[in-house]
């Protein structure tokens, strides 16, 4: 009986902070603008997923602290933990689409690959900041996806452009061979195509070297072939504990590091550090701020992390992946002030995220004031094109920490962009019957 | 085709010899590690017939609490005798709340017991360290870094990594250690009864509990040997669960209660994944390693269904 009674109890207990809980969320939604975070902060990947999440949800809550929100409106954010991990992130997104969700932020290209197709049916957009599908870049094709500011497809063509730069000319390629090592899941094999068309072009040999999940860890095989192909640069795409064990592998084996080049996401810094000494010239794409010397990044110190609202350590601050993080939030924020401003409504919908974000124009004095000064490439989003193939810089690991070490470079964006166009029709036509574009243009 | 398979990867044998030197002893080194994971499954599916899934988180905890503690400010050694501690606390809490209510069920029962042990690690590792992954305190604990390259002809090099060596030696002293303990002690030779017959060892008065517990501790220092070990070559996060699934085809191959059967396995399928991924696997685009152990152990289970080492089961209606 006692055990009847107690089971009673709990279970009104429960319903009561359930539907508390769920008044709560009403009531949230109302007066403030729902941003759901699928970040990872467990799992094989957290190495890399836990910066991105700090970075993420640190620059929205300052934003909420410093400043009561966006244009009045407080942002309510709620994280939820994908493990990069397809299944969970769809779950994820299932669970929290309901909410009045205005954007989602998938980290993983698995993820994003699955939430394409639903974004237009649901009406929330999906920003898929530098990764996943590239062909997304069309807007005509794919109007709720934004993958601003690169495609994997401009980062493939910028270090070719770069070892093309070092070696005085892309022409002198021909016959150089160039190693492609990767994570072997949808994220590593997207530039693929790309990086096998400019092979043919130039005339240098790709090597593959594809990591199992799996093989993260244990990637002496990989590195054997590497170490008997001898190629002469080798470029990287990995994510979490791939890219540590990658940059010890290199350096076990000599292979010279100022011709190891990573993608944008194997440029974190514990990445680099791993491999000690050892380590000096390797050298990593990037997009976004180095280092912590940005107002913005002092507002965050001061008013989120110093104020104990963020699990951050605050020495993480101004880390490349920590960077990363926190320009997706610019790019969150700065679309729903855009996005308020066309619609003239203070609580938007995900309807009006989309139109907000594909008028997003973060130019050189937008980023100043926001305090963010150099801190990326202004960028601009059109219906056409929601990447924008913008420029991307090189930054080499000095054995402390990264430095910069070259300018702005441009994509091939004449060779990508009909290559995007036709990927993105080939989409179209795969997953036919797939929805003609009828959302206005905002621009 | 039938020359890239049948003759050229001999012939690239012959012409880098020190290339083919560099791989059997890659080979070497990962047969040693996967062996050493396997040590971990082996003992406790010996003394009780269970297949410890949580082996491989178990690696990662060890791992985490040595470098964990190390971070907090104590000192490399006191920190390694502190995580000793940890799994002794860690195989005895096992034996008191997961093994012995469960002594009699079937094993698919304690199976999934290590499984759910195994979720409970993962979560209770994250909330004490956090997801980050961390460098291994390889100098702190005097174990060697940096490599030596031996020339070999004109302009060949073989690479030995320190770490390497040092793994080697210690998976080594570790088997011959635990040889000593099951062989040549009483707790050993109890436990040998207790792999035996559960009923019959009872009868003459060893203590179940004792020796579950004891075993789960000695699993405990082969996975800190291991995490120790795997996480000089890359670091220590939950990543490096994984890699304890390695085991299994070494597992296969060795059978499940030979610790010799461990080390021979773990040795062959070392070998067979790098000289197959190296001088075969271009042929098939790469990446065949992984479950090239796989058909390995297949292979010789077609020959000895009981593994290289097992036991041979014979039972009589």
New interface residues.
């Given amino acids: 009986m006692k055990s009847i009674k107690q089971i009673a109890l709990g279970t009104a207990v429960a319903l009561g902070v359930g539907f508390s809980g769920l008044a709560t969320t009403v009531a949230q939604a109302e007066d403030a603008n729902y941003v759901p975070l699928l970040t990872y902060?467990?799992?094989?990947?957290?190495?890399s997923?836990?910066h991105i999440a700090n970075g993420m949800h640190d620059y929205l809550k300052m934003l909420n602290e410093r400043d009561g929100g966006i244009g009045g409106v407080k942002l309510e954010l709620e994280e939820c933990e994908t493990g990069y991990n397809a299944q969970k992130g769809v779950e994820c997104y299932e669970a929290t689409k309901g909410k009045g969700a205005l954007v989602y932020n998938p980290y993983s290209t698995g993820i994003t690959l699955q939430l394409i197709p639903k974004a237009g049916v649901d009406k929330i957009p999906v920003l898929s900041m530098g990764y996943g599908l590239s062909a997304a870049a069309d807007g005509s094709v794919f109007p709720w996806v934004f993958n601003v500011p690169d495609t994997y497809w401009d980062g493939a063509s910028v270090v070719i452009k770069y070892i093309g730069e070092q070696e005085g000319g892309l022409d002198n390629l021909k016959g150089k061979k160039i190693g492609y090592i990767f994570l072997?899941a949808g994220y590593g094999r997207e530039p693929i195509p790309l990086l096998e068309q400019l092979a043919e072009k130039y005339g240098f040999e790709l090597l593959?070297?594809?990591?199992?999940?799996?093989?993260?860890?244990?990637q002496?095989?990989?590195w054997?072939?590497v170490?008997?192909d001898r190629p002469d640069y080798m470029v990287m795409w990995g994510w979490?504990?791939m890219n540590?064990?990658a940059i010890?592998e290199a350096v076990?084996?000599?292979f010279p590091m100022d011709k190891f080049i990573g993608v944008w996401w194997s440029a974190g810094d514990?990445d680099a550090?791993?491999g000690g000494e050892g380590a000096k010239g390797y050298k990593a794409m990037n997009f976004s701020g180095v280092g912590s010397d940005f107002p913005a990044l002092d507002d965050i110190k001061k008013h989120v992390v110093d104020a104990g609202l963020s699990s951050t350590d605050a020495s993480s601050i101004g880390g490349t992946l920590y960077n990363r993080g926190v320009l997706n939030s610019v790019i969150i924020a700065e679309g729903i002030r855009t996005a308020q401003e066309l619609t003239g409504k203070k609580v938007i919908t995900g309807e009006d995220m989309r139109m907000g974000l594909e008028a997003l124009n973060l130019d050189e004095a937008r980023l100043k004031e926001l305090g963010l000064a150099g801190f990326a490439h202004p960028m601009k989003v059109t219906c056409e094109d929601h990447a924008g193939s913008h420029p991307v810089f090189i930054q080499e690991w000095d054995g402390k920490q990264w430095r910069q070490a070259s300018g702005w470079i441009e994509p091939m964006t004449d060779l990508v962009r009909p290559l995007l166009e036709a990927a993105a029709a080939e989409y179209a036509e795969k997953n036919a019957p797939w929805p003609a574009r009828t959302e206005p243009c905002p621009n | 085709m039938l020359y890239d398979i049948f003759i050229d990867p001999f012939v690239q044998m012959y012409e880098?010899p020190d290339?083919f030197l560099?791989?059997l002893w890659?080979g070497f080194?990962?047969g040693i590690l996967y062996a050493l994971i396997a040590l971990g499954f082996v003992l406790i599916f010996k003394a009780s017939g269970v297949f410890n899934f949580a082996q491989g988180i178990m690696v990662v905890f060890a791992g985490l609490t040595l470098v964990g503690l190390n971070e907090n400010g104590v000192p490399a050694y006191l920190a390694l005798a502190l995580t000793i501690a940890a799994m002794g606390i860690l195989a005895y809490g096992v034996e008191r709340v997961v093994m012995r209510p469960l002594v009699n069920q079937p094993d698919i029962i304690l199976l999934m017991a290590t499984i759910g042990l195994t979720y409970f690690l993962?979560g209770f590792g994250?909330f004490v360290f956090?997801?980050?992954?961390k460098?291994m305190i390889t100098e702190e604990l005097g174990l060697p870094t940096g490599?030596t390259a031996i020339e070999f002809g004109e302009r060949g090099l073989v690479?030995l990594?320190h770490i390497d060596i040092a793994a080697a030696v210690i998976a080594v002293l570790m088997v011959a250690a635990l040889g000593i303990f099951f062989n040549k002690t009483r707790i050993g030779r109890a436990l040998r009864a207790v792999a035996d017959d559960h009923q019959a060892a009872l009868s003459v008065g060893i203590s179940l509990n004792q020796i579950w517990a004891i075993v789960w501790f000695a699993a405990g220092l082969v996975a800190l040997a291991t995490g120790i070990m795997?996480g000089a070559?890359?670091?220590v996060?939950?990543?490096?669960?994984?890699?304890a699934?390695?085991a299994l085809p070494v597992l296969i191959l060795g059978g499940f209660t030979s610790i010799p059967g461990a080390i021979v396995g773990g040795l062959i399928i070392g070998f067979g994944?790098?000289i197959g991924?190296?001088y075969w696997?271009?042929l098939v685009?790469?990446?065949i390693?992984?479950w090239l152990a796989y058909i390995i152990a297949l292979i010789f289970l077609l020959f000895r269904p009981q593994g290289l080492f097992g036991e041979r089961i014979i039972e009589r209606v």
């Fill in positions: 902060r467990t799992g094989p990947f957290a190495a997923g836990i072997d593959q070297y594809p990591v199992g999940v799996k093989e993260m860890q244990n002496s095989s990989q054997l072939n170490r008997r979490g504990a540590p064990t010890k076990k084996i000599r514990d550090a791993a | 880098m290339f560099q791989v890659e080194v990962a993962i994250e956090g997801g980050e992954p460098q490599s690479i990594q795997w070559r890359s670091d996060s939950f990543a490096l669960e994984i890699v699934f390695k994944e790098k991924e190296l696997g271009g685009g790469g990446g390693e992984s």
